[in-house]
């Protein structure tokens, strides 16, 4: 496995390894797993599907700055450079980009990468520049691997349905892969951020995974719920934790992120099999948890 931390070592690291692996049977596609760091299971997912996929297997690790508002967790964002190359060996990564701030931010930036309206809703409106962040910085980091495949979790939703958007209005010749959600067998979907729960914060927290699910039974069985009746239920049973603090319930479609109310409710969705998303923030003491689900919807008979 190769190291580089800057952007000339990555790019010389990936020709060669194009070069060498043109004729061998696995292929010489890159597939690319762009993440923050402090790896886990959700992670090391991705990691196997593009290993699968591809035959040259790229990690960043890189906390970027600008994706984090003022008063975010930029500073306290855990980190453990050891433990993730460890993990990243174990998963047969080819190359990890290790690039510090200054490689990757040298100058002051005049280019940023806005993505509308999807960017603007769920996590967009309680994290101003969020995704202005995640999108500029994901595009440098397209330009440096010059990937293949790229594979992100459904963890962050909105996040996928944000770059599938920018790939294709700028004409990236990338194939974006969404991953499954992993989650603890007890449902908390895995995250870098769970390491900052108490115990009891822990054990709150399940009211996520477990208010999703339920409310996806729901709308799959009962023909005459409505979405505001789906939000108000998730609201409710989140709020009969004490430690968990809303942040967003919302229920739109995916992926384009619309209010599902201006579509008609659930009815025509039914009909038109179009998919929907129910995602939710939820801050537990200064943590804030993510979480969803998407369903494609179908027709579901009436009872008599
Ligand atoms: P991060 O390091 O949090 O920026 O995440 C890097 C990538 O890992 C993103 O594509 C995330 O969506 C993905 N990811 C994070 N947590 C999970 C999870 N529990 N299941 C699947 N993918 C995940």
Excluded: W
Aim: glycine share 6%.
């Amino acid at each position: 496995m190769k190291i580089a931390k800057t952007i000339a070592e990555v790019r010389s690291v990936i020709a060669e390894l194009r070069k060498e692996r043109s004729s061998s049977a696995s292929g010489d596609k890159v597939g690319f797993v762009p993440t923050m760091g402090y790896l886990h299971e959700g992670h090391a997912s991705l990691l196997r599907r593009s290993r699968q996929e591809s035959g040259i297997s790229v990690l960043s690790i890189f906390v970027n700055p600008i994706q984090f508002g003022p008063n975010e967790d930029l500073d306290r964002y855990p980190r453990s450079e050891e433990a993730d190359l460890k993990l990243a060996e174990r998963e047969g990564v080819d190359v990890v980009f290790l690039p510090s701030v200054e490689e990757m931010y040298p100058e002051e930036r005049k280019t940023t990468v806005t993505v509308t309206g999807i960017s603007e809703r769920l996590c967009g409106a309680s994290r101003p520049g969020h995704f202005d962040g995640v999108a500029t910085v994901v595009s440098k980091l397209f330009n440096i691997v010059k990937p293949d495949q790229a594979f992100f979790g459904a963890k962050d939703a909105q996040q996928v349905a944000v770059l599938q958007k920018m790939v294709n209005d700028l004409n990236m010749d990338i194939e974006i892969i969404p991953c499954p959600i992993i989650r603890e067998e007890d449902g908390l979907a895995l995250s870098s951020r769970n390491v900052y729960l108490s115990e009891e914060q822990r054990r709150e927290a399940l009211v996520l995974s477990r208010s999703l699910r339920a409310a996806a039974l729901r709308i799959e069985s009962d023909a005459a719920v409505t979405p505001g009746q789906v939000i108000a239920e998730v609201t409710t049973a989140i709020q009969q934790s004490p430690l968990a603090e809303i942040d967003y319930v919302d229920l739109l479609t995916f992926p384009n992120l619309e209010p599902l109310d201006e579509q008609g409710g659930f009815s025509k969705l039914r009909v038109s099999e179009g998919s929907v998303i129910l995602a939710l923030a939820v801050k537990f003491g200064s943590t804030r948890l993510i979480d969803n689900t998407i369903m494609k919807l179908k027709e579901v008979p009436l009872h008599v």
